[in-house]
Every structure is written in C-alpha cells, then in structure tokens.
C-alpha cells in the first residue's frame, strides 16, 4: 500500500490518507468543497462541486492517476433535489465511457458542505 498527499487538494481532516495505491487502484477520500490555498470552504453548490472535482483531479494526479482513469464514484449530496444541478456539473468532468456512480443524500456532510465525492481510478 502506497500513501498518496499533496499539497493541491485539502489536507485530510482527520485520521485517514487524502488517496491510497494499492493493487493498481488509487481510492481517494471524500473530497470536498474546501479551497486548497486558503482552506475556506467554497460557496454555494456550484462553486462546490466545481472545487470537489478541481480536488479530486489533484489528487489524482498526485497518484499518477486522473478523472479519465476513473472508474468508480460516490457522490454524497445534502438534498437529492440538486441532483440535476451536481450532474450537469459532474459531466463537465468525466467523459464518456462514464466511470460507474453511486449518489446518495446525507443529513450532514463534513464542515457543514453540500457535496463530497470519492473515487476509484486505475494507475
């Protein structure tokens, strides 16, 4: 198992690595809204989910990786009636073939956000 960290996508907030490598496969943490430079949380859903997948692409590529190789996401959004909104965002960043997707509605996300995602992605 190989640490992925970078500097260009939020430091975790907890006891966990930002992504890992193993077995050919980089598995992110949720990433989300957070601005790397400044660490303010960006505002709105928008501007959200713009700056999660900005992250998620970071962090991808720290790995070796990127959204191109991905071939697994879960979405977490705090009201399921954004969900058009997340997915016309969401298509700016993954192509097709699309990777495979779960999205599920939480009560509460980390700092209060809007949006997280994590993913699976080939090296």
């Known amino acids: 198992m190989q640490i992925v960290s970078t500097d260009k996508a939020p430091a975790a907030i907890g006891p966990y690595s930002q992504a890992v490598i ?14 790397p430079e400044t660490g303010q949380i960006a505002q709105g859903l928008e501007a959200q989910a713009h700056q999660v997948f900005k992250n998620l692409s970071a962090l991808l590529n720290a790995a070796g990786s990127g959204l ?21 965002i969401y298509g700016q960043y993954f192509a097709a073939p699309h990777p495979a997707r779960s999205c599920v509605e939480a009560a509460r996300l980390p700092k209060d956000v809007l949006i997280e995602c994590e993913a699976i992605a080939e090296l």
């Open 22 to 35: 193993s077995g050919g496969l980089v598995y992110t943490s949720g990433q989300i809204g957070i601005i």
């Open 68 to 88: 191109d190789k991905v071939v697994k996401t879960t979405l977490f959004i705090k009201d399921m009636g954004s969900f058009a909104q997340v997915n016309e």
